[in-house]
């Protein structure tokens, strides 16, 4: 397992287009969570799934914005009709849930989004 | 509600001294986690040290430590002997309960850009 991969790792979009960015956690971990953020700024959660269940949404998440994990393995982020203020880098995280020490959470490399 | 914050935006350091970034918190958690991530400009968030609450002892990785002070609520980086390598982002970021309503998401700080000078 080579980690959490995301795709793509860059997405440049014209104003209203829909977009959807996958992610795929380490295989046997049941806890995934997405994370956005702007330039200049720490990552702010947006949602958060426990194998298929998607558990929590953060307000961040308006109603443009939908996430599935399907058979509880990878993720995917859509947005719908996206706006300038779209525009940032979406991070993939993953956790076993066991253990939240040094080995509990895996990030990907995260998607930039361009909004034109 | 969790708060993280890291007041220095910018830091400077030369090569081989020591550095200190600052992170405060809020929580009304009684078990809780704090973490150091390093964020290149590739955008990876990188793992370097990790603080349990209930740890009685500072947390040490390499040349990472971390100075906890629980009472005064905050959760220092020191980075000894710095290389050119470690400019780059740091974010401070803390876990609420996990087994609680916070599903165990992490709270950012916005983070401090550090630059090495040679």
């Known amino acids: 397992d080579t980690g959490v991969s995301q795709d793509p790792r860059h997405k440049i979009t014209k104003r209203g287009q829909n977009v959807t960015f996958r992610c795929d956690p380490i295989?046997?971990?049941?806890?995934l969570y997405w994370y956005r953020q702007t330039l200049g700024q720490g990552p702010e959660f947006l949602t958060y799934?426990?194998?298929?269940?998607?558990?929590?949404k953060s307000r961040l998440l308006s109603d443009r914005f939908s996430a599935e994990r399907p058979k509880g393995s990878f993720s995917t982020l859509e947005i719908q009709r996206t706006e300038q203020g779209d525009s940032a880098m979406y991070l993939c995280?993953?956790?076993?849930?066991?253990?939240?020490?040094?080995?509990?959470?895996?990030f990907g490399s995260g998607t930039r989004l361009t909004v034109v | 509600a969790q708060k993280i914050t890291q007041t220095q935006p910018g830091m400077f350091v030369q090569e081989k001294e020591a550095v200190t970034l600052d992170c405060t918190y809020d929580?009304?958690?009684?078990?809780?986690?704090l973490f150091w991530y390093k964020q290149p400009s590739s955008g990876e968030m990188i793992f370097l040290i990790y603080q349990g609450s209930y740890d009685e002892q500072n947390a040490t990785e390499g040349r990472y430590s971390l100075n906890f002070q629980k009472a005064r609520k905050s959760a220092n980086l020191v980075i000894s002997a710095s290389q050119l390598g470690d400019s780059a982002m740091y974010f401070c970021?803390?876990?609420?309960?996990?087994?609680?309503?916070?599903?165990?998401?992490?709270?950012f700080g916005q983070g401090t850009i550090l630059t090495v000078h040679p």
């Open positions: 970021a803390m876990r609420g309960n996990a087994g609680g309503t916070s599903y165990g998401k992490l709270t």
């Open positions: 799934f426990q194998n298929e269940a998607q558990l929590e």
């Open positions: 295989s046997e971990h049941n806890r």
């Open positions: 995280a993953s956790s076993s849930g066991q253990s939240v020490g040094k080995d509990g959470y895996t």
């Open positions: 929580t009304s958690d009684q078990s809780y986690g």
